[in-house]
């Protein structure tokens, strides 16, 4: 046996203890680290999304909102760092995802109904509980327009829409929306934006929420997540507790228009920066 | 894409939108009621003035009738030779020569196109191979070919399905690399493993590509069987028809399987897109 002399000698580093999140936590993010093109995006980032709330994530262009949300869901790798949902990793965890462009997020070639409910046939449910679950969706939805038609025969309104039903169709604990409304128009916007409270209500579902309209973001929100410029922290958290369902009256009450004006001068702190 | 998005119903200020059910863009459209026009006749406006004005050249004797034949005669020895004469039969050998070339290339081309596709790195590595042969003229490799196979039908037939066969496998592989990005994740995300992936997203997003490859490999394969049977020693077939014709100087013969060539080709071209229509319905919408 030979022995290596001067052997490279590791000092035994504690790995640092997993500091959880306060009670009622859903997903826990330590030490995110991630780099675009040799520049930090984000460092050693920190960060306790509360459980069966919906958090709105607000900031300047390029801090990088979408690819929080992405690293989240495991769509974006992340250079280092944890994400724990409930303790658990992502592969345990059922989450559903909103694409702000429905075109390219249904799958054409699939009628409408089996769209929504692919995410359920991936889990392997028998065709009786696909049935079931789809009456309770076409129920809490509403909806009003023929799901056996395809996806490019529906309105921008009706495919996102369907979009929404999709990813929540397998129960998802997390829901992710990325400028959901943003290629929409007015009328839908709004629509969409109410059943998605109504859902919220119904279910409890976390929601993470990408907007870059700020009266959408705090009109929906329970938490505003500001974001500073890169490298990316947080700037600042506002908690907005009106009570649901809010309507358009909310958007004139006092505590309304003051998370608002809040939010907006965080943000022009942080743009001017 | 380009496309608008079709709005729904305008709700009335008093009602909430969520009230006043949704209906399906298709539903709106007011029933458009086809007139028959004269823009409907448009298309037939070309071919009708060829025909005049070759008539006039062959009347006016601009031209000698033994180089172009008159062009009611043509028409009539291509119709009386499609109806059970000789030509029919040579039609039908390069139909069948033409299909069998086309078959062989699209059951070899597309599975492998599409494996290659979603092996990005595999397919990067015989990238070159494969746009190296593709813009070979496939004509160029006909000596090639029949020092391998020699002077019989099978060449013909190989030739064809190997020039075909490139131009499936490329634009099968390009499709899938090309695949919108944002639905593979929308099929990740759901928790579709890799194989679910390929499955129920690559394949289906390489199709409309595997189409236009398919119908450009249709319209190679025939190019090559006809240029095949002009210059490998066949006894059948349009293209040894139309040089048989022409050396002996039987020129309504001639023009008359060029038209029937020219149709062959055109028919399959259409026939393919409508193929297409049918079973890529999504298709640029």
Redesign the interface.
Request: charge should be negative; charged fraction near 25%; proline fraction near 7%.
């Given at each position: 046996m030979s022995v290596v002399a001067n052997a490279p000698v590791f000092a035994d580093l504690p790995t640092p203890a997993f500091r959880p999140g306060p009670a009622g936590t859903h997903i826990t993010i330590r030490g995110l680290t991630k780099y675009f093109a040799g520049w930090p995006l984000y460092e050693n980032f920190d960060l306790d999304i509360p459980k069966g709330k919906i958090v709105s994530v607000f900031g300047p262009n390029g801090c990088g909102k979408s690819t929080l949300i992405n690293m989240i869901?495991?769509?974006v790798p992340i250079d280092s760092g944890e994400v724990l949902f409930d303790g658990k990793s992502l592969k345990d965890t059922?989450?559903?995802?909103v694409?702000q462009?429905y075109?390219?997020?249904?799958?054409?070639?699939m009628r409408t109904l089996d769209n929504i409910a692919?995410?359920l046939k991936?889990?392997g449910c028998s065709k009786a509980e696909v049935d079931r679950r789809m009456e309770e969706l076409v129920a809490s939805f509403?909806v009003?327009?023929?799901l056996r038609?395809?996806p490019?025969?529906?309105?921008?309104?009706?495919q996102q829409t369907a979009s929404i039903m999709?990813a929540l169709a397998?129960r998802p604990e997390v829901l992710f929306l990325d400028e959901p409304f943003s290629?929409?128009?007015f009328?839908?916007t709004?629509?969409i934006r109410?059943?998605l409270q109504e859902v919220f209500m119904q279910t409890g579902t976390t929601m993470l929420l990408v907007s870059h309209d700020l009266e959408e973001a705090v009109y929906l929100a329970d938490e505003v997540l500001l974001l500073t410029k890169r490298p990316t922290r947080v700037a600042e958290i506002l908690r907005y507790d009106a009570p649901r369902p809010r309507t358009v009256d909310t958007l004139s009450e006092p505590d309304f228009v003051s998370t608002r004006r809040r939010s907006l001068e965080i943000f022009q702190r942080e743009v001017r920066r | 894409m380009g496309t608008a998005t079709p709005t729904p119903a305008v709700t009335s200020a008093t009602t909430p939108a969520a009230a006043r059910p949704w209906q399906a863009p298709s539903e709106q459209a007011p029933p458009t009621r086809r007139r028959f026009s004269a823009s409907a006749a448009l298309p037939f406006a070309g071919p009708l003035l060829l025909f005049i004005v070759w008539d006039l050249v062959v009347r006016v004797g601009w031209v000698k009738p033994i180089l172009l034949p008159a062009p009611a005669d043509t028409l009539a020895t291509l119709i009386t030779g499609l109806a059970g004469g000789a030509l029919l039969g040579d039609f039908l050998t390069t139909v069948w020569r033409t299909v069998q070339a086309f078959v062989i290339a699209a059951v070899l081309g597309v599975p492998l196109g599409v494996l290659l596709g979603s092996q990005e790195r595999a397919y990067r590595s015989v990238e070159f191979l494969i746009d190296f042969f593709r813009s070979t003229p496939s004509s160029a490799l006909i000596p090639l070919f029949l020092m391998i196979f020699g002077v019989s039908d099978v060449n013909k037939i190989a030739i064809a399905a190997f020039g075909a066969w490139l131009i499936v496998v490329f634009n099968s592989a390009y499709g899938v690399i090309n695949a919108r990005k944002q639905r593979v994740m929308a099929a990740q995300v759901m928790g579709a493993s890799r194989w679910q992936t390929f499955r129920d997203v690559l394949i289906w997003e390489s199709l409309q590509p595997s189409f236009v490859g398919l119908r450009s490999a249709v319209s190679m394969a025939l190019v090559i069987v006809i240029v095949a049977e002009m210059f490998i020693g066949a006894d059948s077939g349009l293209g040894h028809r139309i040089i048989n014709s022409q050396q002996v100087m039987n020129v309504r013969d001639m023009y008359a399987s060029i038209l029937a060539a020219g149709a062959l080709g055109y028919v399959l071209n259409i026939s393919f897109l409508l193929a297409e229509r049918r079973i890529v319905h999504w298709s640029g919408r």
């Open positions: 869901a495991g769509l059922q989450i559903g995802y694409f462009n075109r390219e997020a249904l799958f054409p070639w692919y995410p991936l889990q509403d009003k327009f023929d038609r395809y490019y025969e529906l309105s921008g309104g009706q999709r397998p290629a929409l128009d009328e839908m709004l629509f109410e059943k | -």
